[in-house]
């Protein structure tokens, strides 16, 4: 299928998407707010963001070109003053190069049920574009096939199961859809949702990291493509109840389709095709 690689010029630096700096030196503080993760080291999550209502932060999000964010749509409802943190380690101070960045528009999926979760996705205009860095850039969207079952993908975020103030991640492997509709209800999981994390529970997004990724490493590129959205789940890392997360290559048009016809005329968008 076709592979969707962006690239931002600024300062005759190139950034592409879906890189990330080495890891370095592991931290060893804080655990991490996944449910079974690891902290995250500076600059290993490039792409992430959080979503803050009123200066709290409500969700997770997730950078895919310099002035666009693809989050959860369950996380809006009404009109209210939200902001995007980029290039942010530890919630408990000001980083180096942590940017706050006002959002131009909130863009839901016309076809979201907030009764179902069906079509959980949305779009984030930001008022002006972020700064590129090693720290802050921005994630591939996926190519036209899902990464295959038992895959191991990458799930990240701030989320509320610990106190520890800093991002963190964990591993899980993809499941299939018969696996997931047995453990949480045919009636609930449509085509557009996939589940990930171990029918034995202990490792999962949590509340807190709706909106956030679900990253899968290309081979043999080995770049970092956007492939779920989390979404929903019964509970967190509960045994028997794997995360639920929003199927993104089921709205990669819908993504380019909106962040294109928002470009002037004589623009170019940072998107390319390879």
Same mark, same amino acid.
């Not at 709290?56 to 895919?64: A, D, K, R, T």
């Not at 996380?75 to 180096?96: A, H, L, Q």
């Not at 557009?192 to 990253?215: E, H, K, N, R, Y």
């Given at each position: 299928?076709?592979?969707?690689?962006?690239?931002?010029?600024?300062?005759?630096?190139?950034?592409?998407?879906?890189? *990330?700096?080495?890891?370095?030196?592991?931290?060893?503080?804080? *655990?991490?707010?996944?449910?079974?993760?690891?902290? =995250?080291?500076?600059?290993?999550?490039?792409?992430?963001?959080?979503?803050?209502?009123?200066?709290?932060?409500?969700?997770?999000?997730?950078?895919?070109?310099?002035?666009?964010?693809?989050?959860?749509?369950?996380?809006?409802?009404?009109?209210?003053?939200?902001?995007?943190?980029?290039?942010?380690?530890?919630?408990?101070?000001?980083?180096?190069?942590?940017?706050?960045?006002?959002?131009? *528009?909130?863009?839901?999926?016309?076809?979201?049920?907030?009764?179902?979760?069906?079509?959980?996705?949305?779009?984030?205009?930001? =008022?002006?574009?972020?700064?590129?860095?090693?720290?802050?850039?921005?994630?591939?969207?996926?190519?036209?096939?899902?990464?295959?079952?038992? =895959?191991?993908?990458?799930?990240?975020?701030?989320?509320?199961?610990?106190?520890?103030?800093?991002?963190?991640?964990?591993?899980?492997?993809?499941?299939?859809?018969?696996?997931?509709?047995?453990?949480?209800?045919?009636?609930?999981?449509?085509?557009?949702?996939?589940?990930?994390?171990?029918?034995?529970?202990?490792?999962?997004?949590?509340?807190?990291?709706?909106?956030?990724?679900?990253?899968?490493?290309?081979?043999?590129?080995?770049?970092?493509?956007?492939?779920?959205?989390?979404?929903?789940?019964?509970?967190?890392?509960?045994?028997?109840?794997?995360?639920?997360?929003?199927?993104?290559?089921?709205?990669?048009?819908?993504?380019?389709?909106?962040?294109?016809?928002?470009?002037?005329?004589?623009?170019?968008?940072?998107?390319?095709?390879?």
């Amino acid at each position: 299928g076709l592979l969707f690689f962006h690239c931002v010029c600024m300062s005759s630096v190139l950034f592409f998407c879906g890189h *990330r700096v080495p890891s370095g030196q592991n931290v060893t503080q804080p *655990r991490s707010r996944i449910v079974g993760g690891k902290l =995250a080291t500076p600059g290993s999550w490039p792409w992430l963001v959080n979503l803050q209502l009123d200066g709290g932060i409500m969700c997770g999000g997730v950078l895919v070109d310099s002035a666009w964010v693809v989050t959860a749509a369950h996380c809006f409802s009404g009109e209210n003053y939200w902001t995007v943190v980029v290039g942010e380690f530890d919630i408990t101070k000001t980083d180096p190069e942590e940017q706050v960045m006002k959002v131009n *528009r909130i863009i839901t999926h016309p076809k979201f049920n907030p009764k179902t979760f069906n079509n959980d996705i949305a779009l984030l205009e930001l =008022a002006s574009p972020v700064m590129m860095s090693h720290r802050v850039s921005p994630i591939c969207l996926p190519s036209g096939q899902d990464p295959p079952l038992g =895959a191991s993908c990458l799930v990240a975020g701030w989320g509320s199961q610990y106190e520890g103030a800093y991002g963190g991640g964990a591993k899980v492997p993809l499941l299939p859809q018969s696996t997931c509709r047995n453990a949480l209800g045919k009636e609930l999981l449509t085509n557009t949702m996939f589940c990930a994390g171990f029918l034995s529970g202990g490792v999962d997004s949590c509340q807190g990291d709706s909106g956030g990724p679900l990253i899968y490493q290309d081979q043999p590129s080995g770049r970092f493509q956007l492939h779920g959205i989390t979404s929903w789940g019964d509970g967190c890392g509960a045994k028997g109840k794997p995360g639920v997360y929003t199927r993104v290559t089921a709205f990669s048009d819908w993504i380019l389709g909106e962040m294109q016809s928002a470009l002037p005329v004589d623009a170019v968008p940072h998107t390319s095709y390879n």
